[in-house]
């Protein structure tokens, strides 16, 4: 699997990160309800991950570590 190439958090704008991972995640049918901007800290460009049921959990730790669609 081929990873990103690293940039300065300063570099990346957080709206646009939001929509990437809120679409990558859509492919493979996780949906992460609370997923931001946290708008509490603009400065920082931190994206607010939110709270998600147990069973979504471990999905996403499914396909983060097979690199694949969760059962």
Do not use: F, W
């Amino acid at each position: 699997m081929a990873h990103a190439p690293r940039r300065c958090s300063q570099d990346i704008d957080p709206l646009t990160a939001v929509e990437s991972l809120r679409a990558a995640l859509d492919q493979l049918g996780i949906v992460l309800p609370s997923l931001g901007v946290d708008a509490a800290s603009p400065a920082l460009g931190l994206v607010e991950l939110g709270r998600v049921r147990a069973d979504v959990a471990l999905r996403l730790a499914h396909t983060l570590r097979h690199g694949g669609p969760a059962v």
